[in-house]
């Protein structure tokens, strides 16, 4: 494997940055994961998008140009034969001593690695289990930051009790998102849930296109925030995320959503969003 560091590529297993790197002391950094799926990039410009908005909110420039950086993530991606999976880039501020205010003159330092997944499906298989969790998390959790403790303690935890996926809960009840992903309810009247836009989740780019996509299914989607007593009275539970696509929710902390099997409108969107992608088998 190899990965991209600071304009070279290096084998992945030497691939470092220096220990006064200030992503490594204060998260001050920010990153995107692309999917790749049948050596397509899955919504590149919403992703690098995205990545400026986050760059823009810390103050923090573009290590290299987005022509370049689009480039860089190509060739990551060929020198790892990477087909199917994902390509992971993240930028920090950069070097300097350590100090909590901005260093004057500093370089942001751009990591590139890629890595392979096995081929996906548009069949979602059995869902996966989720839990409940408090949300515990900074307040600006829609800048895409590698502050990420908050988000790797409750996804530890959902592993722990066997599940895929923890749902973070705010102090109202109400679910913000998964540890790395969307969520969203189909109530019994149809509708698609999901938290509008703010600064208490990430704007996924996938949440972004299955709305898309579910308009032109017909469906309605309303941003509007759910309990979790709501999403186990709901019909369906899915989450959205670049690497997990469209995934069903068939149990909340152990009891079944639903009948227990994902539910229709989880496997449309999921082959629709696919198809929308152009990746789905023919069907
Ligand atoms: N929320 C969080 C906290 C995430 O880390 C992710 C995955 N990066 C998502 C949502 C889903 O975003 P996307 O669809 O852009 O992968």
């Known amino acids: 494997r190899v990965a991209y560091v600071n304009g070279r590529y290096v084998p992945h297993r030497e691939a470092r940055v220096h220990v006064e790197d200030r992503g490594y002391q204060f998260a001050d950094a920010v990153y995107e994961v692309i999917g790749v799926v049948n050596g397509r ?24 140009a987005r022509g370049a950086l689009k480039l860089v993530l190509r060739e990551t991606v060929r ?34 690695t ?5 081929p996906v499906s ?27 403790l908050g988000g790797a303690l409750g996804k530890q935890k959902a592993r722990e009790q066997g599940a895929y996926e923890a749902w973070q809960v705010d102090n109202d009840g109400l679910v913000t998102e998964g540890t790395s992903s ?6 019994s009247a149809g509708e698609l849930v999901t938290r509008p836009i703010g600064h208490e989740i990430l704007a996924g780019i996938t949440r972004q296109t299955v709305k898309k996509v579910a308009a032109d299914l017909q469906l309605a989607v309303v ?43 989880a496997r449309r969107l999921r082959a629709e969003y696919l198809r929308a992608v152009s990746v789905a088998e023919p069907f």
């Open 41 to 64: 990039f899955l919504d590149e410009e919403p992703h690098l998008d995205r990545l400026d908005r986050s760059l823009k909110e810390l103050r923090i420039a573009w290590p290299i």
């Open 79 to 112: 020198r790892n034969r990477v087909r199917n999976g994902l390509v992971y880039f993240q930028v920090s501020r950069g070097v300097a001593r350590r100090d909590f205010g901005f260093p004057k003159r500093v370089r942001p330092s751009l990591v590139v």
């Open 114 to 118: 890629a890595r392979a997944t096995p």
């Open 122 to 148: 548009a069949d979602p298989g059995p869902g996966v289990a989720v839990i409940t969790v408090p949300d515990i998390r900074w307040k600006r959790v829609d800048i895409k930051t590698t502050g990420l």
């Open 182 to 187: 969307n969520a969203w309810i189909v109530t």
């Open 223 to 265: 941003e509007r925030p759910f309990s979790v007593a709501e999403a186990l009275a709901a019909r369906e539970a899915f989450m959205t995320s670049a690497t997990s696509f469209v995934t069903p929710i068939v149990r909340i902390d152990g009891k079944p959503v639903g009948d227990g099997r994902p539910g229709d409108v």
